[in-house]
């Protein structure tokens, strides 16, 4: 008989552990980068073999963004899932069923329409409160870094003062609310709740302190889902608005005035003035078409997502209206 020590195999386990997870870094990688060299590939050759047809570009740009949505849609379910506990299938149509508020002018309705929905059918606030802040939170990275190579490039005055403004303001306020909740909320919440119960005492310390112990476990389990999942989530944040820049370096031919010969460039003027840039008579072809093919590629799945969704909210609650 041989005997082995406990110190042998927890050193066979750490050993395996280690290897487990090289091999999911490995693949982790090379995903990464066949997915950019595929969105590099799409951004100089696509305009090329698309130049000679108007309506096959369109067709092609429409796809393209579809498939972008399709990606924000799983990042929602990835985010929402844990937090929420709520249905994969659900959360992706509630994404395109709540997709075209998000260009309706002045401002961007998709986060609140978005917001109130899963608070609704969830009814945890804190935890709602987190998934839409870690949502915008991967955007207002490689919009930040959109933004950099803007500036490293001198292509920042090409962009619309009005564009940058609404860009800038974006990503700092978005920056700054995940910052605190993620990096700051669960500690601070914490020495909080233990300040209030140690120096406080009343009817209403009960209620506050239920309201920091909320606002804690979703700023806690935020923290915990990005630490696990954030790489994964920087991956199809990266996919997306690679598939964003395809899409809009497919319509860069089609462009008049030349800083709108630049994708980057392109792509944040559509992002942020989308509604204004499909329907105005006095913009850049390029930039209105590309915002007509993101605003169509979103109408024609909208009505089926909105069925699809309303469908499996009501099924249940008039199951258990039966029931009773």
Same mark, same amino acid.
């Given at each position: 008989?041989?005997?082995?020590?406990?110190?042998?195999?927890?050193?066979?386990?750490?050993?395996?552990?280690?290897?487990?997870?090289?091999?999911?870094?490995?693949?982790?990688?090379?995903?990464?980068? &066949?997915?950019?060299?595929?969105?590099?590939?799409?951004?100089?050759?696509?305009?090329?073999?698309?130049? *000679?047809?108007?309506?096959?570009?369109?067709?092609?740009?429409?796809?393209?963004?579809?498939?972008?949505?399709?990606?924000? &849609?799983?990042?929602?379910?990835?985010?929402?899932?844990?937090?929420?506990?709520?249905?994969?299938?659900?959360?992706?149509? =509630?994404?395109?069923?709540?997709?075209?508020?998000?260009?309706?002018?002045?401002?961007?309705?998709?986060?609140?329409?978005?917001?109130?929905?899963?608070?609704?059918?969830?009814?945890?606030?804190?935890?709602?409160? +987190?998934?839409?802040?870690?949502?915008?939170?991967?955007?207002?990275?490689?919009?930040?870094?959109?933004?950099?190579?803007? +500036?490293?490039?001198?292509?920042?005055?090409?962009?619309?003062?009005?564009?940058?403004?609404?860009?800038?303001?974006?990503?700092?306020?978005?920056?700054?609310?995940?910052?605190?909740?993620?990096?700051?909320?669960?500690?601070?919440?914490?020495? =909080?709740?233990?300040?209030?119960?140690?120096?406080?005492?009343?009817?209403? +310390?009960?209620?506050?302190?239920?309201?920091?112990?909320?606002?804690?476990?979703?700023?806690?389990?935020?923290?915990?889902?990005?630490?696990?999942?954030?790489?994964?989530?920087?991956?199809?944040?990266?996919?997306?608005?690679?598939?964003?820049?395809?899409? &809009?370096?497919?319509?860069?031919?089609? $462009?008049?005035? *030349?800083?709108?010969? %630049?994708?980057?460039?392109?792509?944040? %003027?559509?992002?942020?003035?989308?509604?204004? $840039?499909?329907?105005?008579?006095?913009?850049?072809?390029?930039?209105?078409?590309?915002?007509?093919?993101?605003?169509?590629?979103?109408?024609?799945?909208?009505?089926?997502?909105?069925?699809?969704?309303?469908?499996?909210?009501?099924?249940?609650?008039?199951?258990?209206?039966?029931?009773?």
């Amino acid at each position: 008989m041989i005997f082995v020590s406990d110190n042998w195999i927890r050193k066979v386990s750490l050993f395996q552990n280690g290897v487990r997870i090289g091999l999911f870094r490995g693949r982790f990688l090379l995903t990464a980068l &066949a997915t950019l060299c595929v969105l590099a590939a799409g951004w100089y050759i696509g305009p090329k073999l698309l130049r *000679p047809s108007l309506s096959i570009t369109i067709i092609v740009t429409m796809l393209v963004y579809f498939l972008a949505h399709c990606f924000r &849609a799983m990042r929602l379910c990835i985010i929402s899932g844990p937090l929420l506990k709520m249905p994969a299938r659900t959360i992706f149509l =509630l994404h395109f069923a709540t997709a075209p508020f998000a260009i309706i002018p002045p401002f961007k309705l998709g986060e609140i329409v978005r917001f109130y929905t899963l608070w609704t059918i969830s009814r945890k606030l804190s935890e709602t409160i +987190v998934t839409v802040l870690l949502d915008r939170l991967f955007d207002a990275i490689i919009l930040s870094l959109l933004l950099a190579w803007l +500036v490293i490039n001198d292509h920042i005055d090409s962009v619309m003062d009005e564009s940058t403004r609404t860009v800038q303001w974006m990503i700092l306020a978005v920056t700054i609310s995940a910052g605190v909740c993620f990096l700051i909320g669960p500690r601070a919440l914490s020495s =909080l709740q233990r300040y209030v119960m140690i120096h406080h005492s009343g009817r209403n +310390v009960l209620v506050s302190l239920r309201l920091i112990d909320v606002l804690r476990k979703g700023t806690t389990s935020g923290e915990g889902l990005l630490r696990q999942q954030g790489p994964l989530l920087m991956m199809i944040t990266v996919l997306i608005w690679g598939l964003e820049l395809v899409a &809009a370096a497919l319509f860069t031919p089609l $462009a008049i005035f *030349p800083e709108f010969h %630049n994708a980057g460039v392109l792509l944040i %003027n559509r992002t942020v003035q989308e509604w204004h $840039a499909a329907f105005s008579s006095f913009i850049d072809p390029a930039l209105a078409t590309s915002a007509a093919s993101s605003i169509l590629a979103i109408f024609i799945v909208w009505p089926p997502s909105v069925y699809g969704y309303l469908t499996r909210i009501i099924t249940p609650s008039s199951r258990s209206q039966r029931l009773k």
